[in-house]
Every structure is written in C-alpha cells, then in structure tokens.
C-alpha cells in the first residue's frame, strides 16, 4: 500500500512533463505557420507598388534582363560588361571616315592642280624662240579654257595664272601678260576680240603644252582650226577694230574659226564701194 505522502511528488513530476511536451508540440505547430506568413509577407505589394501597377518592379526586371541578355561580339558568349552599340558614336565615327575622305580627295585635286603638275618647261614648242608659235584656238576658246583652269584650280587668282602662263614662254620674249591685261582679256567676246593681246598668245602656249605633257588628244574644234590655218596658225589680229574696204554688194563677217569672210547681199547696188568696221 502506498503512502499517501510519496505520491504528490510523483504527480507533480508528471504534469511538468505533460506541460512541457505540449510546449514544444505548440512550437513545431506554430513554425511552418510563422513562416508561411514571413514568405507571404515579402511578396505582399506595397501601397506605393499597387498604385503604379507594379511598373517600378517589372522595369526593374526589364532592366535585369537586358544586362543578361548582352553578348559578346567576339566570341558569342553572354557578358554583362560588354556596352551595346551606341548610335551616337557611330554617327560620329561616320562623319569622321567623310570628313577624312573629303580632305584626302581635297588634297588630292589640289596636288593634280598645283605648281609641279602645271610645270611645263619641260616641253618645248617650235617657234616659241621668237614668239611665233602657230595658234589653233580662238580667243573665245582660250577665255573658256582661262575660266575652267581658275576654277579648278585652289587658290588660284589673276595674277597668279599670268605667272604661270608667263613661265611657259622662252626666256627672251616680249609676250610677257600682266594681270590688268588678263582682266581686259576677259572682258571681251568673240573669235578674235583681244588676239592682239599678249594674254592671248602666252595662254595658247601654256595650255598647249600642257596638252602635251598630260598626252591628252587634239580635240575636233583644234583639227578644225589647223585645216583653216595651215602651218602658220591664226592671225593674231582683232579684226573688230580694223576696217575694211569692200563692194557695196558685200558685208563682212569673221567666222567662228577667226576668219574674215565677205557675204554678198542679193540685190546689186552699183559698184560704189563702202567701208566696213
């Protein structure tokens, strides 16, 4: 038979036991709980993410991505630290590239144009010595050639050209151009308007020898002119300032060649003769 005395203590024991088991069974059933909530907690949006529709988030994932996705242009390989083609720096890249082929094209015409390509004193014509070279262009066709050189060539002015025109002739002659006289010649207009001109001679000169020197062929107004002229080449006159004696029936013209031509009119008007200038 038992105490009465030794059986509390053991009763006691045994609730303390019971009650800590329960404790411990109420934590392991309260964890997966706490936990659920803490997850739930942090994909729960924020007031301000439910105002913009959750914007912020999926540009900060767009964004994410598109570090992801940047490959290597060498090897095809994903690397994050490879910057994507900047337009702004191909504009400029492109610019650049034009720029440099415009000065090299630039620096090429004015090479083809400049001192050494228009040095002609290599070539000699005959007759040059005494200023009697054959001319087969008319003052029109050296006023044309005159403009085309001055605008091709950089830099180019008045009194340079008749520097450059003067150099072709021999060292003795008495042709030598001013520019006053290039400007006059200019002016002018017609076959022979401004032959007397020493412009006139010296630019045939110079241009024909640089025909020469670039090997480039007569042209079909210069195969023209040699067979109205023959051997001894255009009169360096300006038949607009010379009269003529003529019949009545007749009036004068100069062809486009520089020659002096005489129509006849159709009606006879009696054998007075006039004068023409």
């Known amino acids: ?84 083609p900047n337009k702004k720096a191909k504009k400029d890249e492109s610019a650049t590239k034009k720029g440099n082929a415009q000065e090299k094209d630039a620096s090429s015409k004015s090479q083809r144009g400049g001192a050494g390509d228009n040095d002609v004193s290599s070539i000699h014509l005959d007759g040059e010595e005494i200023d009697s070279v054959p001319v087969y262009d ?34 003795s002659t008495g042709m030598k151009a001013t520019a006053a006289q290039l400007g006059r010649f200019l002016k002018k207009h017609g076959p022979t308007d401004g032959a007397e001109s020493p412009v006139f001679y010296a630019s045939y000169v110079f241009f024909e020898k640089l025909r020469i020197k670039r090997k480039k062929p007569k042209s079909k107004k210069r195969e023209e ?25 007749e009036r004068p013209y100069v062809t486009k060649y520089g020659e002096l031509k005489f129509e006849r009119r159709q009606r006879w008007c009696g054998a007075t003769s006039v004068m023409w200038s």
Do not use: Y
């Open 1 to 84: 038979m038992s105490l009465p005395g030794k059986t509390q203590p053991q009763s006691q024991d045994s609730f303390l036991n019971i009650a800590s088991n329960l404790q411990n069974l109420s934590q392991l059933m309260n964890m997966p709980a706490k936990k659920a909530l803490e997850d739930r907690s942090v994909n729960i949006p924020s007031a301000a993410q439910k105002r913009d529709g959750g914007k912020s988030t999926a540009s900060k994932k767009r964004k994410s991505d598109s570090k992801d996705n940047d490959v290597d242009l060498v090897d095809g390989t994903a690397d994050s630290t490879v910057p994507k």
């Open 225 to 249: 002119m040699e067979s109205v002229w023959g051997r001894k080449g255009m009169d360096l006159h300006d038949l607009g300032n010379r009269a003529f004696i003529c019949h009545q029936s």
């Open 138 to 171: 008319t003052c029109d066709d050296i006023r044309t050639k005159i403009n085309r050189f001055l605008r091709e060539m950089p830099g180019a002015s008045n009194a340079g050209f008749t520097r450059t025109i003067n150099a072709a002739l021999a060292q």
